[in-house]
């Protein structure tokens, strides 16, 4: 069975920082290309970035690029996303979700999500 | 970016009912679309991948056409479970881009 768990979101202030993290069993993360997906409250879901399985590639929505990295330790079953600079914007469910092919593909698994929130 | 949007925003319906949800690109992308359902709470579910094929569990209850910026998701025979969210998905080119969502409610 697969399953992601993700952990790591909390309340933070505007211009603060979190790191995200989802822990992957039951399939080999080094095989697949992995996302971040976030839902802000009452909002449809928002791709945010994705990373090639060996960690040498990665893409960004334009809103995030330059404040968060994507990054992955295979080794460890582990994806990570380090949030810098946040906005209230940024406030949402963020998902890690696993790539149904290589590359800009669905998602065919989802975590069940840890919620930011960014606030004063 | 790509725009996807959907219509209609809401739906309501009865069990047994049959519904098509439409979705528009903004600019041709092939059979690059894929479907999700989302309860509240949860996390959007896969139904439907490339326009038209069933994920593996999805009742064949769903199904899904179209190609270039045209799509549907149908859903005949409405059953309890099926009364939620639903999301369409390109992912022809970055940013991948989702609708804003078609809610189905019980009428």
């Known amino acids: 069975e697969v399953y992601l768990v993700e952990s790591g979101g909390g309340l933070v202030q505007p211009g603060g920082s979190l790191r995200l993290s989802c822990a992957a069993s039951?399939?080999?993360?080094?095989?697949?290309?992995m996302s971040w997906v976030r839902q802000a409250p009452g909002k449809g879901p928002e791709w945010v970035a994705n990373?090639?399985?060996?960690?040498?590639?990665?893409h960004y929505v334009d809103s995030v690029e330059g404040r968060f990295t994507i990054s992955r330790d295979n080794a460890e079953n582990s994806l990570y996303l380090q949030m810098i600079s946040l906005r209230a914007e940024d406030t949402a469910v963020y998902y890690c979700?696993?790539?149904?092919?290589?590359?800009?593909?669905?998602?065919?698994?989802w975590g069940q999500g840890t919620l930011v929130t960014v606030s004063s | 970016a790509i725009r996807m949007t959907q219509s209609p925003s809401s739906f309501s319906a009865s069990t047994g009912d049959g519904i098509t949800i439409n979705c528009r690109a903004s600019?041709?992308?092939?059979?690059?679309v894929a479907w999700y359902q989302q309860k509240p709470g949860r996390a959007p579910n896969l139904l439907i991948y490339?326009?038209?094929t069933l994920q593996s569990g999805v009742p064949s209850r769903f199904s899904g056409s179209g190609s270039g910026t045209e799509f549907t998701l149908t859903i005949v025979s409405l059953q309890s479970e099926d009364f939620a969210t639903y999301y369409c998905?390109?992912?022809?080119?970055?940013?991948?881009?989702f609708g804003q969502g078609t809610r189905l409610e019980i009428e």
């Open positions: 979700a696993r790539e149904r092919l290589v590359g800009a593909t669905d998602f065919d698994y």
């Open positions: 039951g399939f080999s993360l080094s095989n697949y290309w």
């Open positions: 990373i090639r399985q060996d960690g040498n590639e990665k």
């Open positions: 600019q041709a992308i092939s059979s690059y």
């Open positions: 490339g326009a038209s």
């Open positions: 998905q390109q992912y022809s080119s970055y940013p991948i881009t």
